[in-house]
């Protein structure tokens, strides 16, 4: 199976995954960005990264400090260099999927700003959505369509469904045609990179539900209907949420968005609220 040279194919332009360096330490927050392109699996292992000139200055970093963060990668082991005429730096893998004491280290990390990333995350991808029914052209309708062709039978490679799922999320935002929504939506689908994963490893019913969602959402872009790709996929985050719920019960969630005080969305999908995630 080709999977890797789809996903390579259908992917972002690269240069976008990446969002200005804003804070004071600059090399941390590089490092941060990469990597967290890297965790998302914006990019597939064998993806070469953007030529190192384009790429510090669309960061907005200078070189030294470009290559001390991707020496750190290196040594990491997500980047490797390679040389001669096809050479350059690439993706060498993905991180592995957090499991027993690791995945109670990453829940407990992140039990304090979920919080506040999955508002985030609610008040932009509905919203990305529902611009890109209003604007996406047929470049765009174009690569999402690939990107779900791609995705058809990867519910059994939840490596690969991840990233067509994160690939799919930030086309989206491609699509609305919104520099500042798109930023948002690659900073929250990094951030919340790792409990996706988890909820991807969550059982290959959870994965086909998503597909199902993701399918409805693409109809309603293409159909040019707005409100309906808003809504789809506003149902989409929210049943993505309630798993989380499950995950870190003792959060502290806001009360309407808990499981037994919001209203299903089934009249929109018919699909189960609890089911279709990512």
Do not use: C
């Not at 693409?218 to 808003?230: D, G, K, L, V």
């Amino acid at each position: 199976m080709s999977d890797d040279k789809d996903l390579e194919r259908s992917a972002p332009s690269s240069l976008h995954i990446f969002t200005p360096v804003r804070s004071g330490n600059a090399f941390e927050e590089t490092v941060s960005k990469l990597a967290g392109a890297i965790k998302a699996r914006l990019f597939s292992p064998g993806d070469r990264l953007p030529p190192e000139r384009e790429l510090a200055r669309h960061l907005g970093v200078s070189r030294s400090t470009l290559r001390e963060a991707l020496r750190v990668l290196v040594e990491a082991g997500y980047l490797e260099v390679r040389v001669g005429r096809h050479g350059g730096t690439f993706v060498a893998r993905w991180p592995d999927v957090p499991r027993g004491p690791r995945q109670a280290a990453v829940l407990e990390r992140m039990r304090d700003e979920l919080p506040g990333l999955l508002d985030y995350r609610r008040a932009l991808e509905p919203t990305a959505a529902e611009l890109a029914a209003l604007r996406a052209t047929s470049e765009d309708i174009t690569h999402l369509a690939r990107i779900l062709e791609d995705m058809r039978g990867m519910e059994k490679t939840f490596d690969q469904y991840r990233a067509g799922d994160a690939r799919f999320h930030v086309r989206i935002a491609q699509a609305a045609k919104s520099p500042l929504i798109l930023r948002g939506v690659i900073e929250v689908q990094t951030a919340l990179t790792e409990i996706l994963d988890l909820i991807v490893y969550h059982s290959r019913r959870t994965l086909l539900h998503s597909t199902e969602y993701h399918w409805q959402i693409f109809e309603a872009i293409q159909q040019r209907e707005p409100h309906r790709a808003r809504q789809i996929m506003l149902d989409h985050i929210m049943a993505t949420e309630h798993i989380i719920h499950g995950l870190i019960p003792e959060a502290d969630w806001p009360l309407e968005v808990l499981p037994n005080n919001r209203q299903s969305p089934d009249n929109v999908t018919g699909l189960s609220s609890h089911s279709g995630v990512i």
